[in-house]
């Protein structure tokens, strides 16, 4: 496409008519793709003509624009802004270098009552030329659209002829300021601001500061994605942490050559320095996009479920939650460990598909206050996505408070309400035949397992999830295979929806102990009745190949 020319007529662009988009699965939030198939003639602009004809609002609404500064970034924000001021979008809000978590997309598109946002990034997939580039599209109240949108845009895009576009040099991002795409205004704003005044507005910041000037040294890896500039913000200018405390924490459009997901594997070089080092007592890492979060203490690790219920446990130790919550939820596949913490709260526990569209209705309704994923995801109503740097500071506000190491919360809250062990085995790159036909199987197999000794226990409940929106009433099938044991242990298995290489298996093993039994054992050796069964019952490594998961959390 050339930009050379400042004509504003829009001009019509013919589209291939063999649809680029005919592999898309139904339900599927935006579009996550290599950046080899993003830079297919059209291909991008057919989608973003599918989104600005399905979005409501567009003639004189605002939209929000940024992306996680991946590969594709910039020249993604050129087209969309020409795109869109084609269409009579009226405002374009776009942060300075086109660089905005998706936490902060959110949160803005709600403080200025955008029609919605588009969202550049395909979070925590590596990026550059041999990676993943994405387009999420999210609604007016700040969440990921839902399935009912996203699925109108993937049949739009499939029937397009052309789209509309104006030819137009692209605008400076290189500082806040007014600018103008023929009657279209182009808002580019210091995209940290309005982020970091919502946290301030949240947490006590003079506590924390406290603390981390107590002699309480913390590291902090932006993986060289999103959170950079908002973690030097927060934590290195506003919150005392010396220089340097933020790792990698300029972004860049390959993100280093890692893998910006913040886990065991991805992270190693942050695990190492908390897990096999005594130089820090807080350590925490967020993906691609700013939404996922790992919370470390010194030689302990944190698993997400367990931080969901942490927060809960502790959430009236923040201004924000001073007032207790309405309730909580968390994915099917998230342990019951925040479940057990509802229940002494006495306050509603929901248990939702896989992926932050779910939790939206609960929190618009008001029926949930915090809400998690075992995938490192964790939020509350404040927005409507997972926060990873919202998280983070939610662990210092407790730590401040409560004056005790990250081991020492985690060994009180199990003697408390007991310990969920928990693992998630995690097999990429198989084949996607071979995926789907394993799956298949084991669904067949499931209806005979019932009332069976699987892992030395009754099998209570073996099935395929479906979830009934407690709100909007809408059914979704399908949403990943249960066997559930007789005191609380489960095994799950799902085929990921986020991948983009072949097919990636999740098991997911969770067994309950009460506080009175040894709450100090290594995951996978509490768990390895149950590897071995669901293993022996899935015949997983034969049939992919693999002797080992490729990533186990
Ligand atoms: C993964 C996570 C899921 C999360 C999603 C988007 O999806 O498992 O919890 O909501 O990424 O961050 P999956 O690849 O399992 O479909
Ligand atoms: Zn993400």
Avoid at 372 to 385: A, L, Y
Avoid at 401 to 415: I, T
């Amino acid at each position: 496409m050339t930009t050379t020319s400042t004509s504003m007529r829009p001009s019509q662009h013919e589209v291939r008519l063999n649809s680029p988009f005919t592999d898309q699965k139904p339900g599927t939030s935006g579009l996550r793709k290599s950046s080899k198939q993003f830079q297919q003639p059209h291909y991008l602009e057919s989608f973003i003509e599918a989104v600005l004809r399905t979005l409501l609002g567009v003639k004189g609404g605002t939209l929000v624009l940024g992306g996680d500064g991946r590969f594709g970034n910039i020249h993604a924000i050129d087209v969309i802004l020409r795109m869109a001021a084609a269409h009579g979008i009226d405002k374009v809000i776009v942060p300075v270098d086109g660089i905005l978590s998706t936490p902060a997309a959110s949160h803005l598109i709600r403080a200025r009552q955008a029609i919605g946002g588009v969202i550049l990034s395909a979070s925590h997939n590596p990026g550059g030329p041999d990676g993943d580039f994405g387009v999420k599209v999210n609604g007016a109240n700040g969440g990921p659209a839902p399935a009912s949108y996203t699925d109108a845009v993937f049949k739009c895009a499939k029937t397009l002829t052309h789209y509309s576009i104006i030819e137009f040099q692209p605008v400076s991002l290189e500082s806040p300021g007014e600018q103008a795409i023929g009657k279209m205004t182009v808002e580019v704003i210091d995209g940290v601001d309005d982020f970091v005044t919502l946290m301030q507005h949240l947490f006590d910041f003079d506590q924390i500061r406290d603390l981390i000037r107590s002699g309480f040294p913390l590291v902090f890896d932006a993986m060289h994605a999103v959170t950079g500039p908002y973690a030097r913000r927060l934590f290195e200018d506003l919150l005392g942490a010396p220089a340097g405390s933020v790792r990698n924490g300029i972004p860049l459009k390959d993100f280093g050559g890692g893998h910006p997901d913040p886990n065991l594997t991805y992270a190693h070089k942050l695990a190492k320095l908390l897990l096999q080092s005594d130089d820090y007592r807080f350590g925490a890492a967020c993906d691609g996009d700013g939404d996922r979060n790992m919370i470390l203490g010194h030689r302990c690790f944190v698993n997400p479920s367990d931080s969901l219920a942490v927060l809960a446990a502790n959430a009236t130790l923040a201004p924000a939650y001073s007032d207790g919550l309405a309730g909580v939820a968390r994915s099917m596949p998230t342990s019951a460990a925040v479940d057990v913490v509802a229940k002494e709260l006495g306050i509603n526990c929901y248990e939702t598909p896989t992926g932050w569209k779910f939790f939206g209705n609960l929190l618009d309704a008001g029926q949930i206050t915090l809400c998690g994923e075992e995938s490192f995801g964790t939020g509350s109503n404040h927005i409507r996505e997972k926060d990873g740097l919202w998280a983070v500071l939610f662990w210092l506000q407790i730590l401040a408070k409560r004056q005790c190491s990250v081991a020492d919360l985690m060994n009180e809250h199990w003697e408390r309400f007991g310990r969920h062990y928990y693992s998630r085995h995690d097999y990429e790159i198989v084949d996607s035949v071979t995926a789907q036909s394993l799956y298949s199987r084991l669904e067949t197999m499931l209806p005979s397992l019932k009332g069976q000794i699987f892992a030395g226990r009754t099998v209570n409940v073996a099935d395929n999830f479906s979830y009934t929106d407690p709100i909007d009433f809408s059914v979704t099938k399908g949403q990943g295979l249960r066997i559930l044991l007789e005191d609380g242990g489960r095994i799950i298995v799902r085929l990921s929806g986020t991948g983009t290489k072949g097919a990636t298996i999740r098991v997911y093993l969770e067994d309950y102990v009460p506080s009175s039994d040894n709450l100090n054992q290594n995951p996978q050796i509490a768990l390895k009745d149950m590897i071995s069964a669901i293993n022996a019952l899935s015949e997983i490594q034969q049939l992919t190949g693999m002797n080992q998961p490729t990533v186990i959390t």
